[in-house]
Nanobody, 127 residues
Framework: QVQLVESGGGLVQAGGSLRLSCVASGRTFSNRAMGWFRQAPGKERSFVASISRSGATTYYADSVKGRFTISSDNAKNTVYLQMNSLKPEETAVYYC????????????????????WGQGTQVTVSS
């Protein structure tokens, strides 16, 4: 069992930055790929970024490449999402997710490869 708790969301002006954190409980954290997704009002949940078990491999949605950075600290059971140059259209609830242990890949952009989800943290970008 893995429990995920996100924090770091808030209100920021366009062009600003936020750093999201996701703290995981459970001994299998370091054995799982991790990801961040977001869901805007009235829209489906969409992939943002993923990081491999070791932290050596990362993968991003095209829309955030060069502006967002995913990282992890396995000693702290924490995954981060540094978000720079935020845009109003990126207003959404951001979710942290832990991949299934059975997933053999290093990173994934597919929500159905993830087994555990956090409760989400709201990010609001004002124009």
């Amino acid at each position: 069992q893995v429990q995920l708790v996100e924090s770091g969301g808030g209100l920021v002006q366009a062009g600003g930055s936020l750093r999201l954190s996701c703290v995981a409980s459970g001994r299998t954290f370091s054995n799982r790929a991790m990801g961040w997704f977001r869901q805007a009002p009235g829209k489906e949940r969409s992939f943002v970024a993923s990081i491999s078990r070791s932290g050596a491999t990362t993968y991003y949605a095209d829309s955030v490449k060069g502006r967002f950075t995913i990282s992890s600290d396995n000693a702290k059971n924490t995954v981060y999402l540094q978000m720079n140059s935020l845009k109003p259209e990126e207003t959404a609830v951001y979710y942290c997710a832990a991949a299934k242990l059975s997933y053999s890949g290093s990173v994934s952009s597919f929500a159905n490869e993830y087994e555990y989800w956090g409760q989400g943290t709201q990010v609001t970008v004002s124009s």
